[in-house]
């Protein structure tokens, strides 16, 4: 309990002012956008590591008739960004990453990037569901579940995201009106 009670003042001396979060926010953006006509150039990822992340992101977030791809939005230069700057997330990502590869070399004889589409599916496909996953396949659905979240942070925080969510907050109300009948009646009120 004194170990608690001494821990509040560090965590409360750890949170982000609006200002704090909006600068991290916007360095964030920056590290998506390497100098024009320059490709980025990861900061934590090795180039293997890195193809493989742009692979694992468009399987997870693919581009369909409203947007681009995780790659499109910027989500690999996103996570290169977060890991390189979180070192507790970089051993869970680096053997994620290599426990991919490893799994794919034990089933089909090859790294993951080698593999056909159809190989990719079914390494993914046994840690992708945590509640059908085999106990043997744990590490894998660990690292997929971080993976799938920073795929997802990445790209719903992107413009791309925002866009693709057809996100219409921020917009000034002239009146109001209230709840819309039908928003009222589908969850049962009047």
Not at 46 to 66: G, M, Q
Not at 77 to 97: H, I, K
Request: overall charge negative; proline content about 5%.
């Amino acid at each position: 309990m004194l170990q608690l009670l001494g821990s509040a003042p560090v965590a409360a001396g750890l949170t982000w002012t609006d200002a704090e979060a909006a600068q991290a926010a916007k360095s964030a953006q920056a590290a998506r956008r390497p100098a024009a006509g320059a490709a980025y150039k990861p900061k934590f990822f090795t180039a293997r590591e890195y193809a493989t992340v742009r692979v694992l992101v468009n399987l997870i977030i693919p581009a369909d008739e409203r947007s681009g791809s995780a790659t499109d939005a910027g989500v690999p230069e996103f996570m290169d960004f977060l890991v390189a700057d979180q070192p507790g997330r970089q051993t869970a990502m680096r053997g994620g990453l290599n426990w991919i590869d490893h799994e794919c070399e034990e089933r089909f004889d090859t790294r993951f990037l080698e593999c056909s589409a159809e190989q990719r599916a079914a390494v993914l496909d046994d840690i992708a569901w945590p509640q059908r996953a085999k106990p043997e396949f744990a590490h894998g659905v660990a690292f997929f579940n971080s993976f799938r979240d920073l795929t997802a942070s990445g790209f719903w925080s992107s413009k791309m995201g925002v866009t693709d969510l057809q996100y219409t907050g921020n917009v000034m109300v002239l009146e109001w009106n209230g709840c819309p009948p039908e928003a009222l009646q589908k969850i049962g009120l009047k």
